[in-house]
């Protein structure tokens, strides 16, 4: 068969034939090629025929085939650099990775070639973005064809409502509030939390909660209780729900006196004092006479009526439960911590010590206690007190009422400053290491802590070999 070729023509004159056909009979190809060579096939160029042998047309048709690969491979892949040599073979550039079909989908620069790949209209179009960055949409205008249009809600305002609390929502809410106040004290805080709820009904039963939480609580959190009080009143708590508040209360003590035996002339003590703080009339009390026939709230009325009548004689009422301890003055506290150990040495009662202790309520603190004993034993001119004092700290570190670490803190404060008793108790380093000594036989403190007392240099004469050298040694 014979083949169509296009001769062209180079600079020099010499034809070049190329293949313009994309099928021929493959058997021939492949098993003719001798036949085919021997014979000369009339080519045309520009209107001639000439002759091009078969070497020529095989290489014509192998640069074509070249040429469709590459067009075939540039257009499913961008990344790869294929081009063709002098002679019509593929040479393979540097290979780059193909580009995945789903980064093709996620890639938002225009596939056209066009532009300076940028990102389509200017970064804000694309499936989940919501506009281009720093742009501020206008109030949408209500459409009145819009078929959900309700002329009615056109002009509605929308509030938050909360539901008022029941009982049950009430004791649940209110009472983390209350707890968490007795460790902050501020009751601007407690005014806040109160003032977001809807109370409703059951703001009478504020201050009856938190005055039962106070009966089994420390002094110093009945104090903040009775200053909870005072702050809610006007803002938060209307005279009328404290007196209904109060009414609750005085009704519930044969209840609340099963928990806590001293309820009634803690509820007195808590009447009198609002009373003191113009919260309830002076004439609450008065009110009830003749008309109390629970002996429980008779006892807590007689007692505020007591405190009422010593408060005209002197008495401050307001500080009735005392302050916290964290919340005295250090001097304050040093002061009381002599009183009780001046106590102690003339009644004996340890247990009465103890409790006196605790209610100061400064456990970080009872160090300074361990100090002022030992002070006092230096102080002392008898073995009274120097018995005394060990066993009410033997007692006081079994107990575990002062911990290990305020003890220890307590003996190196007299360490250090056992210089300066030493100038107005002359004894003084030798009645410390009997007191050390007693401390370590008795439990009281360890081994390396008596190992840290300190000793006064003296002065010794040497009679022997020393001529009545003056010689310093410390024991």
Known sequence: PLFTNRVTLNEKGEGKAEDLSDSFASGEEDNGGSVIANKNINNEINGNWVSSSSNSIHEARLKAKAKRRLRKNSSRDSGRGDSLSDNGDA???????????????????????????LPKKGGAGGKGVWGRSGEVYEPEQVDEKDPNYDEAQENCVY??????????????????????????????????????????PMKSEVPSLAVSLALEAKASQRELTSRLLADLCGSILSRGDMESSFDKLL?????????????????????????????????????????????????????????????????????????????RPVTQLIKGMN?????????????????????????????????????????????????????????????????????????ERVYMDIAEINIDVPRAYFILEQTVDKSFSMGIIDVKLRDLCPCRGRKRFVSEGDGGVVKIESY
């Open 91 to 117: 040479v393979r550039g540097t290979t780059v990775a193909p580009t995945s079909p789903k980064s093709k989908l996620l890639d938002r620069k225009s596939r056209l070639g066009k532009g300076r790949g």
């Open 159 to 200: 509030e938050t409502v909360v539901p008022p609390l029941d009982e049950r929502d009430f004791e649940k809410t209110v009472t983390p509030i209350v707890q968490e106040y007795f460790e902050h004290a501020d009751t601007n805080e407690v005014a806040e939390l109160l003032a977001e709820l809807n109370l409703g």
């Open 251 to 327: 009704q519930e003590l044969p209840d609340l006196v099963l928990d806590t035996p001293g309820a009634p002339q803690l509820v007195g003590q808590f009447i009198a004092r609002t009373v003191s703080d113009q919260i309830l009339s002076k004439s609450y009390i008065e009110g009830y006479k003749g008309r109390v026939d629970c002996e429980y709230a008779r006892a807590a009325l007689d007692r505020a009526a007591v405190l009422l009548k010593m408060n005209l004689g002197g008495l401050r009422i307001d500080n009735q439960w005392g302050s916290g301890g964290g919340q």
């Open 339 to 411: 009183l009780l150990l001046k106590e102690y040495i003339l009644s004996g009662d340890s247990k009465e010590a103890e409790r006196c202790l605790k209610d100061l309520e400064v456990p970080h603190f009872h160090h300074e206690f361990v100090y002022e004993a030992i002070v006092m034993v230096l102080e002392s001119k008898g073995e009274k007190t120097f018995k005394m004092v060990l066993q009410l700290l033997k007692s006081l570190s079994s107990s575990s009422v002062i911990t290990v670490d305020q003890m220890k803190r307590g003996y």
